[in-house]
Nanobody, 122 residues
Framework: QVQLVESGGGLVQAGGSLRLSCAAS????????MGWYRQTPGKQRELVAA???????NYADSVKGRFTIARDNAKNTVQLQMNSLKPEDKAVYYC????????????????WGQGTQVTVSS
């Protein structure tokens, strides 16, 4: 069993900051990429930021320069620091992790957190 638990969402005024955290727990052999996605009603879930186990990062154009993703491999956690928030950043944010539970490739799959709401008021 693997679980991803997110925290840190909430309500903030435009221009403000929030920090999201996600912790993976359970039967984990290794974690490959980790990332944050977001979804608004009626739209597909979209990538916000991702980070490899080696620390390489990738950001959506809409958040470059405002959001920073980081991870702690020893603690199996990933964070998303969100600065200069805009009303259009309002969404449910989901953590995703590519996790292997053993040496076997068949044990590797993506896991998702339950989502955390971020609301930005104008």
């Amino acid at each position: 069993q693997v679980q991803l638990v997110e925290s840190g969402g909430g309500l903030v005024q435009a221009g403000g900051s929030l920090r999201l955290s996600c912790a993976a727990s359970g039967s984990i052999f290794s974690i490959n990429a980790m990332g944050w996605y977001r979804q608004t009603p009626g739209k597909q879930r979209e990538l916000v930021a991702a980070i490899t186990s080696g620390g390489m990062t990738n950001y959506a154009d809409s958040v470059k320069g405002r959001f920073t993703i980081a991870r702690d491999n020893a603690k199996n956690t990933v964070q998303l620091q969100m600065n200069s928030l805009k009303p259009e950043d309002k969404a449910v944010y989901y953590c995703k992790a590519d996790i292997s539970q053993s040496y076997s490739l068949s044990s590797r799959r993506n896991y998702w957190g339950q989502g955390t709401q971020v609301t930005v008021s104008s």
